[in-house]
């Protein structure tokens, strides 16, 4: 088994090595004149790992004798996928968008969704989810984001025309880092990151041909932030790059943790005095778990501080993706601006405008997110009981987790204070460590290799994410229900004693 980087790296020298015999069959596009970014940009989280995964899961299918009897794919927040419920609200909605016959045929729909569908395809092209919406999106659907916006954040005004629509978040996420691309620069523009980070952030850092800045969460904290880092990964990368933007995850993702309001204004003060552009990844806001964590908005503090701070130019971002909704193939989400210039504004949207809109049905679950059933109204009480029974039982799993890791010898996990993933550090013993060097393999990445082989647990190393050096880390959501969790945490126990045995 190899890392990412070096598959990629085989990949690339074969397909080289080969380039001469591809040009003399008529190949016009070859790996020889592939743009070199889209060879170096990774993405752990559907990496060699993954791919392996999927390949044992046909084998199984195809009568295969495996030592397990079945894949558990921890890899991917992906809450769907492993057994969590539509929202009957929203399901019922995008049924009636989808289908608007369903309106006059099915009685048993509730009112207040027929009125919710109804208003929506009022705002769309022929009344049809078919047809193509604003660049921007549905108009309505940016007025009711809006109105979630100040409800949010204690009624600080939002205003739809800062609100881009987008195919999940991270398609806005591409599109604002987009703007940052320059090559009249001099230097590379720097995009400050979190290590450990979601991977979406280092692989259009690279796609883009821009500079990977990255700085250390602190573990021993709980993966908390201090300026002094900040301050070191600035002035340690300034002379490589033109650094103008600072990317916050807040919850993290990988690791879990809530930033205390003092740690953003931390942030912002920073973001301040280096002339930053902020961006607030917030796609997990409705998953906090943690006596005495709460989430608090970039915006809100940042506006809340008054000026100068109150003038930061800010990016913030959501999705229909996670949160108790989990809808990730819908793939709905949006960015909202605050202060950004108008004229750039202007051209954001013509930029967005060449891939005419997002789906509209991903559309449609944005606008049920944030524009869910009144108390009163016909669907409220089933949707309240259906939300409050998924927060309350990633609630559960999130300490579950936490317990269940850090009882392994071996193993130590910080509490996952939000999100829906756990990054636990494991200790890997020398000739555990030697061998994978040998391979040309991460440490971490060898031991996710080998837990998958023998027991069909797909995992994300800590190498994916990025850490610090000489530490060994994975990802795994809190995700699995709870009878799935303790017949992984079973094949995880017992895989692990077994390592620690094999390499000691």
Known sequence: MRTAQALSGLVARRLFSSSTRIMASGKTLTVSNINPNVIKMEYAVRGPIVIRAVELEKEL?????????????????????????????????????????????????????IEHANAFLGSCGGKSAGAYSQSTGVEVVRKHVSEYISRRDGGI???SED????????????????LFINRNNAKKVGIMIPIPQYPLYSATIEEFGLGQVGYYLSEASNWSL??????????????????????????????????????IETIIKFAHKKKLFLMADEVYQDNVYAQGSEFH?????????????????LASFHSVSKGYM????????????LNLDPEVYVLFKKMISAKLCSTVLGQAVIDAVVNPPKEGEPSYALWKKERDAVLASLKERATLVEKAYSSIDGISC?????AMYAF?????????????????????FFYAMELLESTGICIVPGSGFGQKDGTYHFRTTILPQPELFKDMLARFTDFHAKFLAQYK
């Open 61 to 113: 299918a195809n009568g295969a004798q495996k030592p397990f009897p079945n894949v558990i794919k921890a890899n991917i927040g992906d809450a769907h996928a492993m057994g969590q419920k539509p929202i009957t609200f929203i399901r019922q909605l995008l049924a009636c968008i989808a289908n608007p016959s369903l309106m006059e045929t099915d009685k048993t729909l509730p009112s207040d969704v």
């Open 157 to 159: 005004p939002s205003n």
């Open 163 to 178: 609100i881009c629509l987008s195919g999940g978040a991270s398609e806005s996420i591409r599109n604002v880092l987009k």
């Open 226 to 263: 201090d300026e002094a880092e900040l301050e070191r990964s600035f002035n340690d990368h300034s002379k490589e790059y033109d650094i103008r933007v600072l990317c916050i995850i807040n919850p993290g993702n990988p690791t879990g943790q809530v930033l205390s309001r003092e740690n």
């Open 297 to 313: 908005s970039f915006k809100k503090v940042l506006v809340e501080m008054g000026e100068p701070y109150s003038k930061l130019e």
């Open 326 to 337: 989990g809808e990730c193939g819908m793939r709905g989400g949006y960015v909202e601006f």
């Open 414 to 418: 910080n509490p996952v204070q939000g």
């Open 424 to 444: 636990p550090q494991i200790t890997i013993p020398q000739k555990a460590v030697e061998i994978a060097q040998s391979r040309n393999q991460q440490p971490d």
